[in-house]
């Protein structure tokens, strides 16, 4: 069974994943093609088309995720420790740079939070310790481009999650669209000083 194990407050969580290397890979492989067929085909994705996409058969699916609910549990905690993990490797590059990087990693767990959001509950401990780690992951980073007066300082961090959060989860044309509107929204965060640098 799936267990999610939640790491202090607002410092970590994640999915306990198995200790031999095979079942690790099988494990990972599952998450994987489970996110791309809640993104495709939403929570009502077939559990055997997933275990196939991974290269596995529905037993090990079974065996690693006992109900549904699990697996999209795991794959929302995996996301959440993907923007924790991706703000620890951004930490030393320059403010801005670090900040924007790290939005192009939310964007991704926004589409994968809209794909299963009807099945995630929103008032358990795993939820609330989730949304806590993923405000301390991007919010030091927001602060810094802040301080170095490369982010606008009228505006809040839960700002910044709603207006690209928002924009994410809009219907686009094509892909190329929906990096221009996301450039548009990051320069409407830039603080204006920085345009004539």
């Known amino acids: 069974m799936t267990e999610r194990t939640i790491t202090g407050t607002g410092s970590a969580v994640s999915v306990r994943r198995p200790h031999r290397a ?3 890979r099988n494990f990972d492989a599952l998450l994987v093609a489970a996110r791309e067929a809640f993104a495709q085909h939403g929570t009502g994705a077939s559990l055997e088309d997933i275990a196939r996409r991974a290269g596995v058969g529905i037993g090990t699916l079974y065996r690693n995720f006992p109900t ?4 999209f549990d795991a794959v929302y905690v995996d996301d959440v420790e993907g923007l924790r993990l991706e703000a620890e490797k951004v930490a030393g590059l320059p403010p801005w740079e670090a900040l ?3 939005l192009r990693r939310f964007v991704g767990y926004v589409a994968t939070k ?3 959001s009807e099945a995630l509950n929103r008032e358990s401990a795993m939820f609330r310790s989730c949304r806590e780690v993923m405000y301390g992951a991007g919010r030091p980073l927001f602060a810094r481009a802040q301080e ?3 982010a606008r300082a009228d ?7 709603r207006l690209v959060g928002g924009i994410t989860g809009a219907s686009f044309v094509d892909d190329e669209q929906r990096e221009r509107v996301l450039g548009i929204a990051l320069d409407g965060i830039r603080a204006r ?4 640098r």
């Open 193 to 196: 000083s920085t345009e004539s």
């Open 22 to 24: 095979d079942a690790r």
């Open 148 to 150: 170095a007066g490369e």
């Open 155 to 161: 505006i809040s961090f839960d700002d910044v999650l």
């Open 100 to 102: 924007v990087t790290w």
């Open 114 to 116: 809209a794909a299963i």
């Open 68 to 71: 549904r609910q699990d697996l």
